[in-house]
């Protein structure tokens, strides 16, 4: 019998495997031990998504607030952890930083970004792509948007990674987790309080000035949403950027195609993300006993939406285990659907875009040195922590 936990996984292994016998043997998987379900076929992830009454975001949409046993949710709240109505006020303050304009107008300075990271790297032949490049130009895009001084950025990527960092077989957070979270909270605290004083352009200063309901945003609120951005903004494109370069190098014929045509790289990007998404699953909560392919689901249960498995599910993609560049892959649930879907997805594409086409101009032929590869230990987010290349120099 098939058998599926994500603490004792951590996702530095190959999950498509497991996946594909979730969906032939138990699409409504139960574990029973943990007490969780998940599920592994794309029309029950998709409707899901799409039906937040039955499955709602309170609760928290990590993993680690299953562990705990009555729902003991996240000190900071976020709105990915709210349902509507509070959840559609704060998003629609929010989403005017995210508008078609202003994600455009954010290009040339992410190029800008890309072209300081590239470099400092091009002269010197040898990189790791994930600490020299990917890992900190969406740090940036994310600081910029909230006025987090340059001199402050690396140390909370720090905290930001240490956030993440899950410890094999262990369910819940870990210390040093705790520890970074706890450093990140004070951090915001002051960075609130100092835009409450001097405000600026930036979205912090916005947000403490928007009225949701009729009423002020609380300190907690907006810090909430800053843990939200870290967090949303920050590792998932991180983990793109590696995993594309990655995946091309695994498929030279999909490689070359990029190499010779930059019009390929939005294809390249959807295709990473649809094969091997950074955000693996998304947890909701139960809101009413129903049944779903047989299996009784019970209000107050906890439910894995796999959107790593619905994105292979073969119901849906032909030859779902080959990458290829030119699929269509708009049926892909990377990026989430309905109330929740990804309110940085227009940014995350561009960033990813940007860098990929700086990247294919400044050092095109990249090679992974595969020993030296490492992957991020964590229960919903997979993508690597290192990743060596090598190149000729100019
Ligand atoms: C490859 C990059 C990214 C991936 C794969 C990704 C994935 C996702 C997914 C799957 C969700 C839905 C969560 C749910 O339904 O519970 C989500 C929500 C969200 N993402 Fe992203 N994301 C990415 C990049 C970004 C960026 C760059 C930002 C902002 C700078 C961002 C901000 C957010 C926010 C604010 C939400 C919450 C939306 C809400 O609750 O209404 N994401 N993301």
Redo the contacts with the bound molecule.
């Keep these: 019998m098939v058998e599926f936990s994500p603490f004792a996984y951590a996702f530095h292994e190959d999950p498509y495997p497991i996946y594909e016998s979730l969906r032939r043997e138990a699409p409504v998987y139960r574990n029973a031990e943990l007490g969780f379900c998940a599920l592994a076929r794309h029309d029950d992830v998709l409707a899901a998504?799409k039906d937040w009454e039955t499955y709602s975001?309170k609760g928290g949409?990590a993993l680690e607030q299953l562990a705990a046993a009555d729902g003991d949710v996240t000190p900071f709240l976020?709105?990915?952890g709210m349902d509507p109505p509070r959840?559609d006020a704060i998003?629609a303050i929010?989403s005017r930083a995210?508008t078609p304009r202003r994600v455009t107008r954010m290009e040339p300075r992410i190029r800008e970004l890309a072209h300081h990271y590239l470099d400092r790297m091009a002269p010197k032949g040898q990189a790791d792509f994930v600490a020299d490049f990917a890992g900190k130009l969406?740090m940036d895009?994310?600081s910029e948007?909230l006025g987090v001084p340059s001199a402050d950025r690396d140390e909370l990527r720090t905290w930001a990674d240490l956030v993440l960092h899950r410890e094999e077989g262990v369910e819940g957070l870990p210390a040093g987790a705790m520890q970074a979270a706890g450093k990140l909270y004070a951090y915001y605290v002051e960075l609130v309080a100092d835009r409450r004083k001097r405000p600026g352009e930036d979205l912090v200063s916005a947000l403490l000035v928007a009225e949701v309901e009729g009423e002020r945003l609380q300190d907690p609120d907006v810090i909430g949403?800053l843990f939200?951005?870290i967090v949303?903004?920050?590792e998932?494109?991180t983990?793109?950027l590696a995993n594309a370069l990655y995946w091309a190098q695994q498929n030279p014929a999909q490689r070359d195609k990029v190499r010779h045509d930059p019009a390929a790289i939005p294809g390249w990007i959807e295709e990473t993300?649809r094969y091997d998404?950074?955000?693996q699953l998304?947890a909701r909560t139960v809101t009413r006993d129903h049944e779903l392919r047989g299996e009784k689901l019970r209000e107050g249960e906890k439910v894995l939406l796999l959107?790593g498995s619905a994105n292979r599910d073969e119901e849906v993609w032909e030859r779902p285990t080959e990458y290829d560049i030119e699929r269509d892959t708009s049926q892909s649930?990377?990026?989430?659907r309905?109330?929740?879907?990804?309110?940085?997805?227009s940014?995350?594409r561009l960033?990813?875009r940007v860098s990929l086409e700086e990247l294919r101009l400044r050092i095109p032929e990249p090679e992974i040195r595969e020993e030296g590869l490492a992957r991020v230990h964590s229960t919903n987010v997979r993508g690597f922590a290192a990743m060596p290349i090598e190149f000729p120099t100019a």
């Design positions: 998504f975001n949409v976020s709105m990915l959840h998003r929010v995210f969406p895009v994310v948007m949403f939200l951005m949303a903004g920050n998932t494109t983990k793109l993300l998404n950074s955000t998304l959107v649930l990377a990026f989430g309905g109330t929740h879907f990804c309110l940085g997805a940014l995350a960033e990813a």
